[in-house]
């Protein structure tokens, strides 16, 4: 049964994000020998096209218009709403972002259609698309189809492998004249001031190095710094840690904060609160260290150190520059 999809790219810093192409990857299994459509807007959108045509898109619809350089809610629902009307997708999706959590579901409730989100696998079975996503903040997963209609999902970073980009493909481009006017846009972003951590996108990033409460201060997140520099990784924390003042709120991870999927998580100085292990429990691999041989932060971690992290983390930092020299 063959399935036209619609894939949202997002622009981020002058790139594609991966989630993107991983939902690139998504539209490949539910094709089935349909088309593959990408969508990119900003002025710079172009430029995208041969990087989503080599992870599967056989068209590209750009749209150049420069009110979608910084994403605004009004600027996008328009475009990608013009978009799905062009190319009637079987299927929509896009990334659990900020973005595509916001543009998703506005769409699909103006359309009267349902959105599955934060999805973590999708499949194709017995006609149907089978959804995989987490409930009970990540404690079990569900597995759903929609019966009938168009179906639109958002697709969780760092879940469903992007796939090795194939040059010797390339797709249709073609420019969208979206018309967005100046009066139909009610927010306008004059500057974007962007928190990160350590240059690194924590949703989508592949190791995290995190601290809690144990870290003790601002200064402290130094040692975990330096061990995610070495290892090319980002910096979280857990609420505790935010709450004292020894990091941002933009580090966050949990109920209330970012829900992350690296390959590695490590977690220093935190006792594993079921909030925090909301955000973090489907890491491929959790180390943890903490001095408490009770923390429950523990039963979650596949790797455990019953240390200091002061001693620890320049250790390990120490250990992964020589074997990464
Ligand atoms: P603590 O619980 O104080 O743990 C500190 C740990 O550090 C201890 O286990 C201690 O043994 C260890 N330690 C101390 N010194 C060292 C050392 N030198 N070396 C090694 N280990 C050391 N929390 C989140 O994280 N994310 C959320 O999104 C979130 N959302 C919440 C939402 C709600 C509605 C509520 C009620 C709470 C939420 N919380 C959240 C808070 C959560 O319940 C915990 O309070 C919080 O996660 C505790 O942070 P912590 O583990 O850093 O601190």
């Known amino acids: ?20 192409l991983e939902c690139l990857a998504a ?30 898109a056989d068209k590209v619809v750009v749209a150049t218009d420069e009110k979608l350089d910084q994403y605004t809610t009004d600027a ?7 978009v799905i009307d062009k190319v009637h997708p079987d299927v ?27 999805c973590t696998d999708v499949q194709p079975a017995d006609g149907r698309i089978i959804f ?12 759903k189809a929609v019966k009938e ?12 492998p992007a796939g090795e980009a194939d040059t010797s493909r390339s797709a249709q481009v073609e420019e969208l004249d979206v018309a967005i006017s100046a009066d139909s846009l009610r927010t306008i972003v004059k500057e974007v001031v962007r928190k990160t951590a350590g240059g690194v996108d924590l949703t989508e990033a592949r190791i995290i ?61 935190i006792s594993g609160a079921i909030q925090h292990l909301a955000g973090m429990s489907n890491s491929k691999v959790i180390v943890a260290i903490n001095k408490d041989p009770e923390a429950n932060i523990f039963n979650v971690a596949d790797y455990g150190i019953v240390g200091d992290l002061f001693e620890v983390v320049p250790m390990l930092t120490e250990e992964f520059k020589k074997v990464l020299a």
């Open 132 to 143: 995989t996503r987490p409930i009970y903040a990540g404690k079990a997963f569900v597995k």
């Open 1 to 20: 049964m063959s399935r036209n999809v619609l894939v949202l790219a997002e622009v981020r810093d002058g790139g594609l994000r991966n989630v993107s």
């Open 209 to 269: 190095v995190s601290g809690g409460r144990g870290v003790k201060s601002a200064e402290g997140f130094k040692v975990l710094q330096e061990l995610a520099d070495v290892l090319g990784g980002a910096v979280g924390a857990s609420r505790g840690a935010c709450d004292a003042g020894y990091c941002d709120y933009s580090l966050q991870i949990g109920q209330t904060g970012k829900v992350v999927t690296p390959d590695l998580y490590i977690a220093c100085g």
């Open 149 to 160: 209609g168009t179906v639109f999902a958002t697709i969780r970073p760092n879940n469903i």
């Open 92 to 118: 929509i999706l896009t990334g659990h972002t900020a973005i595509g959590r916001d543009v998703s579901p506005r769409i699909a409730a103006r359309m009267g259609w349902g959105l599955i989100s934060d």
């Open 27 to 56: 539209a490949r299994r539910v094709a089935e020998g349909g088309t593959i459509t990408a969508a990119v807007f900003g002025s710079k959108a172009k430029e995208f096209a041969d990087t989503l045509a080599h992870h599967g």
């Open 76 to 82: 996008y629902f328009q475009a990608f709403k013009q």
